[in-house]
């Protein structure tokens, strides 16, 4: 082997997103503009008023013109129509940057959905940066932002990682990356033919930490699979340096092996100034007003004698998480993060990193209320939430994304195993509180109950909200929905729509659910399938305003999925379809300004079907009951729901009609068909907390 010529290492640096980010920082020294705007606090209930109802599309399973590019089919000014029209104020587009790796000079496809981003420049596959910013253009003339994406923890293995593995000046300090010394290279597995690296066994991980290279296994392997990853440690081939020296690297990735993690703690600090550029090329070149920080909770880890090194709720990831949610604002954008934590550390992050976190708190729970029409597993997680002083306003409630539904319950599993909780009766620990809940999950939407879905490694199910629903009906062949099931399907999907928007916060929906999809089924995509991410399935191609209707697979080749509702355009010429309802949903929410609410009350229900939640209104509108029935017995029950509550009427906001009265004692009386939603405004009620 030999090492790399002058030319091919000058076009590795022009091609890395390092040195593109130093370029990029010169703009703003000495400038006065970063000076003009408050930064050091998160500001949830300002970026939720920029935008309240975000649209999560997802570019690979985009249906376009012939010919026509993603981004320009989501810069469509008929599709903003019909989004507007629903009540869509942003949209949330997903990873479009570079991604995949180098080989050589040639690149790599990507092997995590774009998640694995190797320069700032846009994917040929997706589209023009000229595109994206008339795609921001198009969005602001219907008066929505775009929200793009920044990925704090990991790149993809291109320029900046060959680099890092030739040692040449700053890169290696970018990763997680250690050279190994040749007298213990017998330690480390052969690298297969085509192959760059090689995962390591946990006794090998174990040796490296004895003799000092790394601080050993980690809390946990995201992706666990054996004979594939069964660490989140691997090690490269040899590589020679531009200093001419032979080396083996072993190097972090708590993804995929060719994610491999940033050092947020390098001398050089050049893995923060890598990430703060791309924040600001996504916001002054591309245009986007908020940005999501993406696996942004595994900036930090920590060896620990004893036990797994620490890098869950490592204090370095709040502080990298300031530092980007802090120039953001800086420059007058906001930040969200999408990362499955405990209740701990979501709280512990809220305080000066991003604006806005996911809602991974209840997200598990609501559809656990779906699958086993009791809420009671909910109540406790939106307590939780209110114990750590987590404002539901701080919060995206979300219905399908581009995941899995996680089923890690992460809050019970690391920090709270031996803590005690009351549930349904008895007492128990985290750990084992944990378990019941994944054993019914599993059982009711995986396996013989629903051979659509399917495990998605350790962490959860790959399905779609739709594919969610038919199993807990109990549907078990979805090639032979009848117009009845599928009215039935429907009639769920505005359930779950409505937990999640009639309360505090930002509410978001993704393309598959706006058409109802379903799974692919496994044949139609096995090669994407090969490593066992079988995420893939609920990643169908959809088609919003019926662009091209005989199409089969979207541009980037997934299939297309079965649409139970349809195009959107032809939802909107039908008065009783998906898109209709969830319209009529989104305006009482946007009138009432349901999303800048307070949350003043989870009370206790004796049905274990109902759950209610009561929020204050901004500016005196008065007090907004949200009443939700997950089973399919009709239910009818008084809930205190505003205590020392002014006598008064209830007023259902849905039907536009007075359906009963508040007592003295702040009572109201509930009465639900199977899942059945219906909001009530009750004005003059105190903001009396329950």
Request: with cysteine.
């Amino acid at each position: 082997m030999t090492p790399p010529d002058h030319e091919t290492v000058a076009w590795l640096v022009e091609q890395s997103m390092l040195h593109q980010a130093k370029t990029l920082a010169r703009r703003y020294s000495g400038q006065g503009r970063l000076w003009q705007r408050p930064y050091a606090e998160a500001q949830p209930r300002a970026a939720s008023t920029l935008a309240s109802v975000w649209f999560t599309a997802y570019p690979a399973a985009i249906v376009t013109r012939q010919g026509e590019s993603v981004l320009r089919t989501l810069g469509d000014p008929t599709l903003w129509e019909a989004l507007a029209a629903i009540g869509i104020q942003g949209i949330h587009i997903g990873p479009t940057k570079e991604s995949g790796g180098l080989r050589g000079r040639e690149k790599t496809p990507t092997i995590d959905g774009n998640f694995d981003r190797i320069g700032f420049g846009l994917d040929a596959a997706f589209g023009t940066q000229d595109e994206f910013i008339a795609m921001t253009q198009a969005a602001a003339e219907a008066k929505a932002i775009v929200i793009d994406d920044v990925i704090p923890a990991h790149t993809g293995k291109g320029a900046d990682w060959r680099l890092a593995e030739l040692r040449y000046q700053d890169y290696p300090g970018v990763y997680h990356m250690i050279e190994i010394a040749e007298e213990d290279w017998y330690l480390l597995p052969d690298v297969l033919p085509g192959r760059d690296s090689a995962n390591l066994s946990r006794p090998t991980v174990e040796l490296l930490k004895e003799k000092g290279y790394i601080v050993g296994e980690t809390q946990r392997v995201i992706f666990y699979e054996p004979g594939v990853k069964e660490t989140n440690w691997s090690a490269t081939d040899v590589v020679v340096g531009v200093d001419d020296v032979a080396r083996r690297w072993v190097y972090l990735h708590y993804f995929k092996e060719g994610q491999p993690a940033l050092n947020w703690l390098d001398p050089t600090l050049a893995a923060p100034q890598m990430i703060l550029g791309d924040a600001l090329h996504s916001l002054d070149v591309l245009g986007a007003r908020l940005l999501r920080l993406d696996a942004n909770g595994f900036l930090g880890v920590e060896t620990r004698p004893d036990s797994p090194a620490w890098s869950e709720g490592h204090p370095l990831s709040v502080v990298g998480n300031q530092l980007i949610a802090g120039l953001v604002r800086k420059v007058g954008g906001f930040t969200f993060q999408e990362l499955n934590l405990t209740v701990d550390d979501i709280a512990a992050m809220s305080h000066g990193g991003a604006d806005l976190s996911y809602d991974f708190i209840t997200r598990p729970a609501y559809q656990h209320a779906l699958v086993t029409g009791d809420t009671e597993f909910l109540r406790l997680m939106l307590r939780t939430m209110r114990e750590y002083g987590i404002d539901p306003a701080s919060l995206i409630h979300a219905l399908q994304n581009h995941d899995e539904l996680t089923l890690e319950l992460v809050h019970f599993w690391t920090l709270h195993q031996a803590d005690r909780y009351t549930y349904q009766g008895r007492e128990w620990t985290g750990s084992a509180l944990r378990q019941h809940i994944r054993t019914v999950m599993y059982d009711r939407l995986a396996g013989e109950n629903a051979p659509y879905n399917q495990r998605f490694v350790t962490n959860g199910i790959a399905c779609t909200t739709a594919s969610i629903i038919t199993a807990a009906l109990g549907l078990r062949d979805l090639d032979s929905l009848t117009d009845e099931d599928k009215r039935r399907v429907q009639r769920v999907h505005l359930l779950l729509a409505m937990y999640n928007a009639f309360q505090p916060g930002v509410f978001a929906l993704s393309g598959w659910d706006l058409v109802g999809a379903l799974p692919l089924p496994r044949a139609q995509i096995e090669p994407l399938l090969a490593d066992g991410d079988t995420r893939w399935i609920n990643r169908g191609a959809y088609d919003l305003v019926n662009v091209a209707p005989d199409a089969a697979a979207s541009t980037a080749g997934l299939p297309k999925a079965t649409a139970l509702y349809g195009p959107l355009s032809e939802q909107l010429q039908q008065s009783d379809s998906f898109a209709r309802q969830l319209q009529r949903l989104l305006s009482i929410r946007q009138a009432y300004r349901i999303y800048a609410g307070r949350q003043i009350a989870v009370p206790d229900v004796t049905n274990p079907g109902l759950l209610v939640m009561a929020h204050a209104l901004p500016d005196e509108l008065g007090t907004q009951v949200t009443a939700l029935n997950f089973g399919p017995t009709p239910i009818e029950e008084s809930v205190v729901v505003a205590p020392g509550g002014q006598r008064g009427q209830a007023i259902n906001m849905l039907a536009e009609t007075v359906e009963g009265v508040v007592t003295d004692a702040g009572e109201i009386t509930i009465r639900l068909d199977g899942y059945e939603g219906k909001s009530f405004l009750i004005r003059g009620a105190p903001a009396a907390t329950i």
